[in-house]
């Protein structure tokens, strides 16, 4: 549709029917009609027309209805605006892959995007048109239940792979069927929340959020995102859906984004819970005054948006505004042309599940999974004959994480199933020993477990949190392993000591006790629907572990917030990990350190460093300079190495931090090989956040380094010229 045909659309249409765009419900309240109307029936739109008016509807199950929910809308509607489908799709919708914080692991943003062009295939086909993704909140603080769905505690990794994601989503013309438009969320900095709790106020400098928490989300409406999502928190006091700071000076000003604002799940609506409106129709007033276009579910701007246009408090131009960057989308994805976009029954079918589909879930499980700890046990010989498979996790099929579909766990490979299919002759012995929930205390399957690993080749003893324990809404005070879990690691590990831990879980946990006894321990996170194929190569070196830490490992939980990139503060420890030292900034009771760092990973193979050489000693402001490292593949295997480039810059104006992550690179290298990492550095990298809140880079001496956080290997210095 034109330009000018879109306006005359705008022009002709009622103001229920612009409200109407700006209301979102889910499938079941369309379907139905039940919109709860609760206020002043009067100013409300009738909820008999909600099927008719309806702009966008989230939530719905696939093909069919897809078509059937645009039907029933195109046959009420005399105006003919195709109704919005939007679904959280976060990693995979039927094949699923790892969670986020799994994928920030791989370091490799390629990986990231051949999932997210799974992902987007899938979708498409299902019949949606937006997804709610990618979520791009950096979050330091594993007590915080959706740590799981960002991929790092670093904005450069969130915003390389969400940008990553946003344009494998989107293709390059989201009018084709096959592309699906993304909405960033959740702007800003809802992984910051006091205390790790979610939905928790936050409070931040204007410096760190700009430095931190921004960019990601920025990085994402660069890469094209259409849409964004205000958080749930209120944001230095004012919620971030009714932020005119956030939503207006930043947003649309500075980044001059003409997308669609939507607001989270009933945001609206609880504006009057954080106690900044009287009532819902003040709550409607602020929001639309922040500019926050569509209203996700509930009523609040069904109920009241007529009456404020009417009244004049909110002018029809801000509404024509916001009902035309929905008409804008809604033509880009050329749904007036074609109302069902990629929704087609024939290819879910032929997509879902299918070989090429499992195949790049099952090698991003592997890519992503962490080799923690491995005193030369692992991988086991593939001729061990009887293998015992202990823990709450032996026969799991919930290995997906938050966020996968409903029912997406049945299609996912146990490890049994795995097992068996990699090592037909080997004799499975399965013990679950205890469960993984909080507060479990029945340890009574224990003393079975220990029999079986006694009598065992090799003994693989699963551990972690159950799947629903992270996630939205599920925050925790303490992320340690329930303690009879500790009790059947103590148990299995003393009956046979060749075990190898495997950990699922949606959060850092404090391992501080396990590392202590177990002498192999591998990370997998929620794998995904190849959960247990990627187990059984990835323990039997079919597959070879390259995944880093995205996040740091809390020794415990009392060190959170805990970020890589802590400043010096005027009394540092002198060594960080020592003893605690009076007057210094540490903890009488706990090294400073967390017990694993971020970018901290093993392989079966080892990786020599070696000449850091920069090309230049001193750069300009116009300049670029090249960092060369030499890397070599010193062990018997293949395998990849995450090459992670460090800066330091030792005095500023405002405190910098003690080391930065600038730039990454995957390489994958054959036993005996040597290769020449080079990244280039400019201006741009060595800049901050001043005093002032001015994006500046200062003239002085800057250090670069090779490594992950807390082990930087080699360093270099060199100087950016004063002008
Ligand atoms: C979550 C969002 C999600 C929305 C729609 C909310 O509860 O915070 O991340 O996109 O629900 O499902």
Redesign the pocket.
């Known amino acids: 549709m034109t330009e000018k045909k879109l306006k005359e659309l705008l022009e002709s249409m009622t103001l229920e029917e612009k409200v109407g765009q700006l209301v979102q419900c889910n499938a079941g309240q369309f379907i139905e009609n039940t919109l709860d109307i609760t206020g002043p029936e009067g100013e409300a739109l009738p909820a008999e027309d909600l099927c008719r008016v309806m702009g966008s509807v ?2 719905f199950e696939d093909a069919a209805q897809a078509r059937a929910l645009q039907d029933m809308h195109l046959a009420a509607d005399p105006k003919k605006i195709p109704l919005l489908l939007m679904l ?1 799709v976060i990693h995979g919708l039927r094949t699923t892959y790892p969670i986020p914080l799994a994928m920030g692991g791989s370091f490799d943003d390629d990986l990231m995007t051949e999932c997210a062009d799974m992902a987007r295939k899938e979708s498409a086909a299902c019949g949606v048109h937006v997804t ?1 993704n990618p ?1 791009v909140d950096t979050a330091r603080d594993g007590r915080w239940g959706r740590i799981l ?1 960002t991929c790092s505690e670093e904005p450069l990794i969130n915003s390389r792979m969400g940008a990553a994601l946003v344009k494998a989503t989107q293709g390059e013309d989201l009018s084709r069927p096959e592309n699906v438009a993304c ?1 960033v ?2 702007y800003a900095a809802y992984g910051a929340p006091e205390a790790g709790r979610d939905y928790n106020t936050v409070e931040m400098s204007e410096r760190q959020l700009r430095e931190t928490y921004l960019p990601a989300y920025k990085a994402c409406l660069d890469a094209g995102a259409r849409l964004i ?1 205000p958080a ?1 928190n209120s944001l230095n006091g004012i919620p971030c859906v009714a932020n005119r700071w956030l939503m207006r000076k930043v947003l649309r000003e500075e980044w001059g984004f003409r997308g669609v604002v939507i607001s ?2 009933n945001a609206v609506g609880e504006l009057v819970t954080h106690g900044v409106a009287e009532n819902p129709k003040e709550a409607v007033r602020l929001a639309m005054e922040a500019g926050c276009d569509i209203d ?1 579910v509930r009523n609040a701007y069904y109920q009241y948006l007529p009456a404020l246009v009417r009244e004049g408090t909110i002018p029809e131009k801000d509404l024509d505004e916001a009902v035309m960057r929905v008409l804008e989308l809604k033509n880009e994805l050329g749904l007036f042309e074609n109302p069902y976009h990629g929704a087609d029954e024939a290819l879910e079918k032929e997509l879902y599940l299918c070989p090429a589909h499992r195949d790049i879930a099952r090698r991003a499980a592997e890519e992503t999974a962490v080799l923690l700890k491995n005193e030369g046990i692992l991988p086991f010989p593939k001729t061990v004959r009887r293998i015992a498979l202990i823990g709450p996790f032996a026969e799991e099929k919930h290995l997906d994480g938050f966020w996968s579909r409903p029912g997406a766990w049945k299609d996912t490979v146990t490890l049994p199933e795995g097992l068996r299919a990699l090592l037909p002759e080997a004799e499975l012995m399965i013990e679950r020993g205890c469960g993984a929930e909080i507060g479990a205390v029945d340890e009574s399957g224990i003393e079975r477990a220990a029999a079986a690993a006694a009598g065992a080749d090799a003994v693989i003893l699963t551990l972690g949190e159950e799947e629903g324990d992270s996630g ?1 809404g599920r925050s925790r005070a303490e992320v340690t392993l329930s303690r009879p879990q500790l009790a059947l690691a103590r148990r299995v590990l003393a009956a046979n000591p060749n075990t190898a831990v495997v950990l699922f879980n949606g959060r850092p946990l404090v391992l501080t006790e396990l590392e202590e006894m177990a002498p192999a321990i591998l990370e997998m996170w929620y794998p995904g629907t190849e959960a247990g194929n990627a187990v059984a190569r990835l323990l039997f070196g079919e597959a070879n572990p390259c995944g880093k830490l995205s996040v740091g490992l809390p020794r415990r939980t009392g060190q959170y917030p805990m970020p890589y990139n802590r400043v010096n503060t005027g009394r540092p420890k002198p060594q960080p990990d020592s003893r605690a030292f009076p007057f210094t900034s540490c903890y009488l009771d706990t090294p400073n350190l967390p017990l694993y760092s971020f970018g901290y990973g093993l392989s079966y193979t080892s990786f020599r460093y070696e000449d850091l050489t920069l090309d230049r000693e001193t750069i300009g402001r116009e300049d670029a300079l090249q960092a060369t490292v030499t890397l070599t593949n010193t062990g018997k295997r293949a395998g990849k190495e995450a090459v992670q480039l460090y800066l330091r810059d030792p005095v500023a104006s405002v405190v910098r931090p003690v080391q930065q992550l600038i730039d990454y690179r995957k390489v994958a290298l054959a036993p005996g090989e040597t290769a020449k990492v080079c990244f280039t550095v400019t201006e741009k990298q060595l800049r901050f956040y001043d005093f002032d809140c001015r994006e500046v880079s200062e003239p002085g001496r800057f250090e670069l380094s090779v490594g992950w956080a807390d082990h930087l290997m080699l360093t270099r210095r060199f100087e950016l010229k004063k002008d």
């Open positions: 989230l939530t959280d709610f979520m769905e909405c969320k959740h999502m749930f989270d799940y996700m939205e």
